[in-house]
């Protein structure tokens, strides 16, 4: 069997909320609780999509124009779809650059498979779970590269550092901070130079709203020689339970003298057989004009909520970061209270649920992530919850 | 890199049957052409789907309704669906022993993350090009279990051979054989006194007519502890571009003191984030009766197809497997004729697309496959074509 599953550390975090907030709820069956932890969406699709989603089901219903297998790196239609969005954006890349995924959580570990087991993978921490996850599970050694307030929780190169692969989420989950373009040409400079691959997770790219904040490595020079970029529509357009994103490895892309992009067709084509035709379909209306449209309606309904959980920490003089180009806040907690005591405290005394920070690696203690995910009411009653408990 | 990838062959088969095709229309543009080679299903999804999915598609469209990230292991009215379906063919199974998976070529490969690299696994040729594939890009040795007519393709357990893995598909892909009872009990008790894992790819099972063969390796008593079977709704239920499969991982299935089933727990909560919610109610209605009632209606088509061609076979006293429990007919090329040479022969002489046998692995040389999948207007055409050329 493989051994690194016997190196994993069981993963609590959620396991624990879930049984202190079913706790709470059993003592206090008639408290209403803001539910500000939530990293799902809770916005329906939008009609283009669910428009695309039934004209498909109905296509799979007559002989004429039933679907069996698609290719399996992806329709034409939709890897044409995104290329095309790509390009909307001053970035040129080739459909048969765009791999179509079941969702970001899935490629990310996937991608491992055509590397060798046993390299040196730095991960920014705090991090997503499933980053750490999947290396140890693959006997990778993961270098934890710790973050905090003093560097806006944005780790930067470190040139006494190896790494064969780097992972960086901007925005990030779990703290909503977001690499500038300066900073993303330092990490690829790092990569060409030490001839290791960046696996940038643009899970959250849709929240930016900054100018100068690129939403693609590939806007900084030299990225299509290091870097491989995993994408998702699971928050862009409300996806968490439609599955479906992309990831794009460039021609250019190349190490040992084997391309990756090859590499990733033949792992493609030997592990699965695509991805659902009607799945494809509802992609492909995401980036139509009218979805466009429509999911960016949906964002804005979260980053509204965001700004509201912003105006109360800034009323109570509380640091954080994300927010403002990033679903998440990610704040320190008050009185130096530790992640799980104001977990408790936030609970108890203001009926908020929320996520400790430490949760996601050693480095978050301290802190505390809020997610805008959850209904604007619920999103409003926290705030003003916040302000009546610690103002 | 992962250097496995650099001793995958290159796998031209469809690729060349494609070329060859395509040649042969440019030169006979009116010719109608037979295509008896495809893998694919050619029936839709029957109603009971159809009626699943569109309901599923509301669901998404209204907020009250919306599903978010479902379950990785799956939505548990799949899973409870599932263990029912293997009751009522007399097979205990608890809900959390299946696995909803995107297909079962998925489940093939990922299966391995597992197990360590470099393991010694048998495989039975002629065989499904990805079984052979994942394992080499995996850094595996593939033992492989060369199969002929003296045996009926069905090669058995060989106590001077080593294994950690067997992959064992009942009925087969490419040649329709199917084991029986005491052939698989064979099996289960080399896997047993030998310490390996059979991978059981039951995604052909739904074909088998005689009462005898088993459905599923868990008719076979003791394979709970040394057996994962992988389904799939591909053939089944025509969903080959809709993908949805199981795998089933019972929790008795212990190595090196790991249990396997936490084992895929682990790897599915780290590496997915399940499958959509509109897929696997889709799924669920193939298990409802109607949906059971359609999708059977859907295969006698299928075997309504391998019928025509049987008697075609049977006139010309050509040796086949398959056929009667499985959507593929295995035959002896004619007149000594090599998979190719038949190849050629059957597209210039009667316009007849088939697969040549020796794309599936050295074995193969001198067999040819015909699939069922075809449609019934074009599977007569073809026997009737075939009892002109041969007859």
Known sequence: MNRGYADLE????????GQKVAAFEAEHPDAHLCRMGIGDVSLPLCDAVIKALHAAVDEQASKASFHGYMPECGADFLREAIARHYVSRGIGLEPDEIFVSSGASDDLGSILDIFERGIEVQIMEPAYPAYVDANVMDGNKVIARESGKENG???MPDNALPANLIYICSPANPTGATYGRQQLESWVEYAIANDAIIIFDAAYEAFIEDESIPHSIYEV???RECAIEICSLSKTAGFTGTRCGY????KQLERDGMGLN???VRNRTTRTNGVSYITQRAAAAVFTPEGQAQVKANIDVYKGNA???MEALDKLDIWYTGGRNAPYIWLECPDGMGSWEFFDFLLERANIVGTPGVGFGPC??????FSSFGSPEDTRLAASRLLDLLG
Not at 364 to 369: D, H
């Open 10 to 17: 069981d993963s609590y975090l959620f396991h624990r909320i």
């Open 153 to 155: 929780f944005l780790p």
């Open 221 to 223: 020079p030299g990225a």
């Open 247 to 250: 990831t794009v490895v460039p």
């Open 262 to 264: 090859a590499m990733w």
């Open 307 to 309: 700004a509201v959980l």
């Open 364 to 369: 978050g203690e301290g802190y505390f992530r």
